[in-house]
């Protein structure tokens, strides 16, 4: 019989380090297990920036989850001393009745969050360097900002570790089983048991939990970064990070970074994977065309040569909204999947909620849209 532990992580990305971070931080005796070695560019926390923003156009009530987040965000970087959130401002560009800007506006109304409305001529005042249709509304959510995706990973495994938690790296799960309470999972080199399963395994969710058949699409998505002609770009310079609802679809974009350029990717479409998540992708070319096409219309200072381009996986539910539940018949085995591309932000808040859950706890607020019961046929 292998090691025995109270809650066992499968899967220590973007989730499953914040995750551990959590279980160790309240004395559970924690072991975390992934096939390879976080922070690492197969999955879905890899490419350097995430948006982090409050005003949720989506669906409303993500915000109290965001006010966490927030707070847990703040609460790591206070602990590791090392600043994670950037907090640059956001920019929410597009129609005044398309899905973004009156998304935004009913989630600030609604949770009273602090957000300032202009005019695209007054926003091409403000924020030199940036365009788009004259009729087109802009908000800005000065709250809003990116966080370093790979640091974060980085940093909640190293605080894990430092709590306690055992941390298995290069070791897949080949398989898991609950009975009468008690988890048993196998990995490539051994046996391990557990009171209580955390299942974050990104896109390779569909395979960690076959038997289950969640409706998950996992979507290929591509980043790129340019230069700009200008310093107006650069974040030291104020140029915040930015979204757009567009007639080709949606667009997201940060600062320029001195370490990099600018990155800027093409939130909507992409290539449905097929076969098993291996993290390859290749090039494509249409993808990278509208990009360039929405930086032409939109960012008129960019110079059109990508320096780099990254690949990355989008792990999609048919609402796109996350998974956070419990099995049914496993109520010791917590899952959180299908992120939707929009996650990572989250990762402090569902880490804490995959530890309470799992130590038979309610999380912070109400997670009843993310349950596994709205995708059972109704009666
Ligand atoms: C291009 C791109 C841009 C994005 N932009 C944003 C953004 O701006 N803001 C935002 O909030 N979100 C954004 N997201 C979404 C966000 O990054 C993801 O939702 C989040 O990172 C997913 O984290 P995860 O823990 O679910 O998956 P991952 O971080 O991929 O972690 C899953 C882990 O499980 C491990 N694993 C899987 N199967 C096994 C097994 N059998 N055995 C052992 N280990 C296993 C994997 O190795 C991996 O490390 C973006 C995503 C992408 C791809």
């Known amino acids: ?38 922070p690492h560019a197969r999955g879905s926390s890899h490419g350097e920036t995430r948006i982090i923003r409050k005003a949720y156009f989506e669906h409303p009530s993500y915000v109290p989850l965001l006010l966490r987040a927030y707070e847990l965000w703040q609460q790591i ?9 950037h907090r640059t401002g956001l920019l929410e560009i597009g129609p005044s009745d398309g899905i973004v800007v009156p998304g935004v506006l009913s989630s600030a109304a609604l949770h009273g969050l ?12 403000r924020f030199p360097g940036i365009d788009g249709d004259a009729s087109w509304r802009v908000l800005l959510e000065r709250d809003a900002g990116y966080l370093n995706v790979e640091e974060c990973v980085a940093t909640y495994l190293k605080h894990a570790r430092l709590k306690g938690a055992e941390l298995k790296t290069d070791e897949l799960v080949v398989d898991w089983q609950s ?14 048991h557990a009171r209580s399963l955390v299942v974050a395994a990104g896109p390779w969710a569909s395979e960690t939990l076959s038997r289950y058949q969640l409706p998950l699409r996992v979507v290929r998505k591509h980043l790129y970064w340019y230069q700009g002609r200008t310093p107006g770009y650069r974040q030291d310079q104020g140029f915040p990070c930015y979204f757009y609802e567009t007639p080709h679809g949606y667009f997201y974009g940060f600062p320029e970074l001195d370490r990099s350029g600018a990155k800027v990717a093409r939130h909507s479409g992409g290539d449905v994977a097929q076969g098993p998540v291996d993290g390859l992708h290749p090039a494509d070319a249409d993808d990278r065309n509208l990009v360039e096409i929405f930086l032409k219309q939109n960012m008129p200072d960019m110079i059109l040569e990508c320096c780099q381009t990254r690949g990355c996986y989008y792990t ?21 999947a299908g ?31 993310l349950s596994l019961r709205r995708f059972e046929p109704s009666p």
């Open 179 to 192: 009975r009468h309470g008690t988890v048993v999972v196998r990995t490539d080199k051994t046996v391990y």
């Open 1 to 38: 019989m292998g090691a025995s532990f109270d809650t066992i992580v499968i899967g220590l990305g973007g989730v499953g380090s914040a995750a551990a971070y959590a279980l160790a931080s309240q004395n559970v005796r924690t072991l975390g297990i992934d096939r390879f070695n976080p």
């Open 316 to 336: 999609m539910t048919p609402d796109e909204n996350f998974i956070v539940d419990c099995l049914p018949d496993a109520p010791n085995v917590t899952v959180i």
């Open 114 to 125: 602090d957000i300032e409305t202009m005019s695209m001529s007054e926003a091409r005042r």
């Open 339 to 369: 992120l939707s591309g929009h996650g990572f932000k989250f990762t402090s808040v569902l880490g804490e909620i995959a530890a309470l859950l799992s130590t038979g706890y309610h999380p912070p607020c109400s997670i009843d849209f």
């Open 77 to 85: 970087e206070c602990v590791a001393e090392q600043k994670l959130f």
